[in-house]
């Protein structure tokens, strides 16, 4: 006898979980259910309130089962019909019992299951039991062979949880004993078989309904749920069902009425009729498999193709298929972290890393590529526990295959109707889904990677890889930008002081690590003040909006640079940095993005010149960067073309014997347009442009084929070379200075190679190591310019030098200044006390020359001996006797702590003295 039809909820009574009444609305995907009052406590009609389980819920349960027994006892010894016999003896009362409790138990463990849409009806004959007991047997008979059946059917083939054993049982028995006092009382002395007696049968039958929705609702307020209303629609439906089971059991008590054997064709026929409908049914669902299966493709086939939505699309379609609670998506790529996504009553989650338990069915499934069905429910009525899957009490699982390789897997977890189970069909049909889903999921993942892609493409294209800011596109994109929505802009160009140096002494890997700190650094200092780039190597630019005034530039400039002046720690190093800035404002220096930022790189070359930390641009600057610009590209020309090029030669004569004993060769370059370009100015450019190595091989090839003619000519004299310190970190210094002396067949002890002591101390360790090599020649090593540096030279004398040349600046004005006297003899009497001989530059007169050779200097180089001349005519001033004449001198460099005596010097040229003062 149908009598309820509720909500299916996922916790049942006491610690186990319903069997699945739920909505029976044609859109829904749940059972309604049509039950009778054996089936009271499964009856859930709303969802459960979430609520901590303990000891007091179980035992309000078993309390109120125990209250339902009691009562059925009660009613059963002292009851108004306690003692009634049967109705009618249709055949012997054990006969009869044996019959009632096997229609009991087949009616309730093999009830009628009706599919319609996407609803099943589960549709109980339990009315057929029920009105032959109570017309055929005794109240205690009847009930103890519903309990028995109950028993029998929940303990052993269904194996229910106890809590709801217990609760079934008594109230099957209290709902059986009401049931017949309500029919017993209306029935009277009528015959069950006539109007009265249906009716009688109907109203009892209404009452056990009505009583089992009482007494399920009060054990759902014990469980702690809350009810739902019912949709009209359920109500029909159950109504149908209800009357419709009823007329069928009138039918066979009028048939029992007569004969219990008449009723055996009419069960024959009803279960033929019940085996063909289950035919029927099972095919209608292959069928309906089919349609689900197409929807499930028609639909994928339209959905979103972003990966995360047709990730949720799949699931909520595999739930709508399979009718399944939850489901569950789990990737697991070979080359990244397992991950699943979970898709169910409440929602969807969102993307959680998990762990791959061996022991769970999803990681089997992943391993062996096989699909899998579980329908496992604990004998105490919990949920089984998958560790990756969750709880469940059916699932059903695929795997989802890249090409031969299974890279994940779709679970169905639990069915909406708990009557129903996945079964081997499901487990077809399942495979198929997940097969559809894989292949979506796998253009959804090409889409991904595509669009990644594109995006990857685009940020590279416009952002520098190793500190991910803007690269010089997109920094000039954004400086367009600001040039049009502010009236006045700085742009600023920052280049890192001697980063150069981090790259060669501590690697590449350093410096890189050490370019990243600085962008962060810059990007704090900033706080979203400017927009900050790298245009390469150790350069960065930034856009300054609404700055006007270069003061305010230049401040900012400051702030930046004390922020990266902050010491920062590497692999235990504690490194600093800090940096160059040029500046250029708009609109005084310009409108174009593209030429702010060249005039900053002017402003910012000043400033490495000068040492400050900023400079703002200006046209004079620009002038001066035009011609650098400009006579680096003559340079470069000339060194392939080599006819402006040209190397003049001065002597340096020895001051007691008076001989040329060598002569320093020095590069001079005439271009046909621009006229003489000093050494000093093309020097420096060349430096900068990488050009010193090509002049510093011009020079030796000129000057070692120059000496050598000398040689062959009877002139034994020794050359000097002026080396750039940057040729220190080029280990192919000293080849390229062997190769030349073995060509020319020159010893290596006729060439002396000059550099400067502030070049040998910037990069000490690499200098000597090459210095070292090049004594190891027999090359002698002088170290020029002399007393402009910061070096000791007790220090210097660690080096393997044997000559020192004191620089111009302290010769040139020897006569007059006291102080440049005193620093020149210190100097020589230091240097012969380390065994260097000194080579004084800048001799003008011959004052100066006896000055010198008054204070013991060893040889003397300058305008007075000569100029520098071009080899032909040094070559026959020469072989004529050239050499060094100067007369005595009368002023002597005073000795350290005193002044200098007064006398006269006759000066060659004329025979007249010169009073020195």
């Known amino acids: 006898m149908p009598t309820d039809g509720a909500e299916s909820a996922r916790s049942g009574v006491g610690a186990g979980d319903s069997e699945g009444m739920s909505r029976a609305g044609p859109d829904d995907r749940?059972?309604?259910?049509?039950?009778?009052?054996?089936?009271?406590?499964?009856?859930?009609?709303?969802?459960?309130?979430?609520?901590?389980?303990?000891?007091?819920?179980?035992?309000?349960?078993?309390?109120f089962s125990a209250v339902l027994a009691l009562a059925a006892a009660a009613l059963l010894a002292r009851g108004p019909f306690a003692n009634a016999s049967p109705i009618r003896h249709l055949t012997n009362q054990p006969e009869m019992f044996a019959v009632v409790c096997v229609l009991t138990v087949v009616t309730v463990w093999q009830p009628v299951i009706l599919h319609y849409r996407s609803n099943s009806y589960v549709f109980v004959l339990s009315e057929v039991p029920l009105l032959l007991g109570l017309v055929f047997l005794s109240p205690r008979l009847f009930i103890l062979g519903c309990v028995l059946a109950e028993a029998f059917v929940y303990l052993f083939l269904t194996r229910k949880p106890l809590i709801r054993v217990t609760f079934n049982i008594a109230s099957e028995a209290l709902l059986i004993?009401?049931?017949?006092?309500?029919?017993?009382?209306?029935?009277?002395?009528?015959?069950?078989?006539?109007?009265?007696?249906?009716?009688?049968?109907?109203?009892?039958?209404c009452f056990i309904a009505i009583a089992s929705t009482l007494v399920t609702k009060i054990v759902m307020r014990l469980n702690g749920q809350n009810s739902e209303r019912w949709a009209p629609l359920q109500y029909t439906?159950?109504?149908?069902?209800?009357?419709?089971?009823?007329?069928?059991?009138?039918?066979?008590?009028?048939?029992?009425?007569?004969?219990?054997?008449?009723?055996?064709?009419?069960?024959?026929?009803g279960l033929m009729i019940i085996l063909a409908y289950r035919g029927y049914s099972r095919l209608l669902l292959r069928f309906g498999s089919l349609q689900r299966l197409y929807d499930f493709s028609r639909i994928l086939g339209t959905a979103s193709l972003e990966p995360s939505s047709m990730s949720l699309d799949v699931l909520e379609q595999v739930r709508t298929v399979m009718r399944a609670r939850r489901a569950e998506l789990i990737l697991a790529e070979p080359s990244g972290i397992p991950r699943r996504i979970s898709v169910g009553d409440?929602?969807?989650?969102?993307?959680?890393?998990?762990?791959?338990?061996?022991?769970?069915f999803v990681t089997k499934?992943?391993?062996?590529?096989?699909?899998?069905?579980?329908?496992?429910?604990?004998?105490?009525?919990?949920?089984?526990?998958?560790?990756?899957?969750?709880?469940?009490?059916?699932?059903?699982?695929?795997?989802i295959m890249h090409g031969q390789a299974p890279i994940g897997a779709i679970v169905a977890l639990d069915r909406d109707e708990e009557a129903d189970h996945f079964d081997n069909d499901d487990?077809?049909?399942?495979?198929?889904?997940?097969?559809?889903?894989?292949?979506?999921l796998e253009r959804a993942r090409l889409v991904e990677e595509l669009r990644y892609e594109v995006d990857s493409k685009s940020h590279q294209a416009t952002h520098d890889m190793l500190t991910g800011l803007p690269n010089r596109m997109l920094f000039l994109t954004r400086a367009t930008t600001a040039l049009s929505e502010s009236k006045s802009v700085a742009i600023v160009l920052l280049d890192l002081d001697r980063f150069k140096d981090v790259n060669d002494t501590l690697g590449h890997a350093i410096g890189d690590r050490l370019l990243c700190e600085v962008s962060e650094r810059l990007l704090r200092a900033v706080s979203g003040r400017a927009t900050v780039a790298r245009l390469g190597g150790d350069e960065f630019a930034l856009v300054l909006s609404n700055v006007s005034e270069p003061e305010r530039a230049v401040a900012i400039v400051h702030e930046l640079n004390a922020e990266i002046a902050r010491p920062i720690k590497i692999d235990g190093l504690t490194l600093t940095a800090r940096a160059s800035a040029g500046i250029a404002m708009a609109p005084q220096h310009g409108h174009d993005a593209a030429l702010l930022l060249q005039r900053a790189d002017i402003a910012m070359y000043l400033a490495k010149e000068r040492r400050t930390t900023a400079e703002?641009?200006?046209?004079?600057?620009?002038?001066?960067?035009?011609r650098w610009l400009m006579l680096g590209g003559l340079l470069t020309h000339a060194l392939e073309d080599k006819s402006e090029l040209s190397v003049m030669y001065q002597p340096i004569a020895n001051v007691e014997t008076g001989h040329i004993e060598q002569v320093e060769a020095l590069t001079r370059w005439r271009h046909p347009v621009q006229g003489v370009i000093p050494p000093d100015e093309f020097i420096g450019i060349a430096e900068q442009l990488g050009l010193i190595g090509q002049i510093t091989d011009f020079v030796l090839a000129e000057g070692c084929a120059t000496l050598a003619s000398w040689r062959r000519a009877g002139l034994q004299i020794g050359l000097a070379i002026n080396v750039s310190g940057r040729e220190f970190s080029d280990a192919s210094l000293v080849d390229r200075v062997a190769t030349h002396l073995r060509v020319h067949e020159i010893p290596p002890d006729a060439l002396t190679l000059e550099v400067t002591e502030t070049e040998v101390m910037a990069d000490l360790g690499q200098a000597s190591k090459v210095l070292n090599e090049l004594a190891a020649l027999g090359i002698r090593i002088a170290i020029d310019d002399y007393g402009t540096g910061y070096s000791s030279l007790a220090y210097l004398h660690r080096l393997p030098v044997q000559e020192l040349k004191i620089d111009r600046s302290f010769v040139t004005n020897l006569p007059t200044d006291l102080s440049n006297a005193i620093i020149v003899r210190s100097s020589i009497a230091m240097a012969h006390s380390l065994g260097l001989t000194v080579v004084a530059e800048g001799a003008e007169d011959e004052v100066t020359c006896a000055m010198l050779a008054d204070a013991d200097c060893d040889s003397i180089q300058g305008y007075y001996l000569s100029r520098p001349m071009e080899p032909s005519r040094l070559q026959d001033w020469l072989l004529q006797g050239g050499c060094l004449e100067f007369a005595p001198s009368e002023v002597r460099i005073a000795p350290l702590g005193r002044p200098a005596s007064r006398g006269h010097l006759a000066s060659k040229s004329s025979g007249s003295s010169t009073t020195l003062s």
């Not at 009052?37 to 309390?63: F, K, L, M, T």
């Not at 409440?346 to 769970?360: F, K, R, V």
């Open 616 to 626: 703002v641009y200006s046209v004079e600057q620009d002038q001066s960067m035009q």
């Open 427 to 440: 487990l077809h049909l399942f495979g198929m889904l997940v097969a559809h889903a894989s292949t979506s």
């Open 30 to 63: 749940s059972v309604a259910r049509a039950q009778g009052p054996s089936e009271a406590a499964e009856s859930e009609n709303a969802a459960p309130v979430p609520e901590a389980r303990s000891w007091v819920v179980p035992a309000r349960i078993y309390a």
């Open 177 to 205: 004993m009401l049931g017949i006092i309500v029919f017993r009382d209306l029935l009277g002395r009528h015959s069950p078989v006539s109007l009265q007696g249906w009716g009688s049968l109907a109203a009892a039958g």
């Open 237 to 269: 439906i159950e109504a149908m069902l209800m009357a419709a089971s009823i007329c069928l059991s009138f039918v066979v008590l009028d048939v029992a009425w007569f004969s219990l054997w008449a009723t055996l064709p009419l069960l024959l026929v």
């Open 346 to 360: 409440e929602g969807a989650s969102g993307i959680e890393p998990i762990t791959l338990d061996q022991t769970s």
């Open 365 to 399: 499934a992943i391993a062996t590529g096989d699909a899998s069905l579980h329908n496992t429910t604990a004998r105490d009525g919990s949920p089984s526990n998958d560790p990756v899957a969750g709880e469940y009490s059916d699932a059903i699982v695929a795997p």
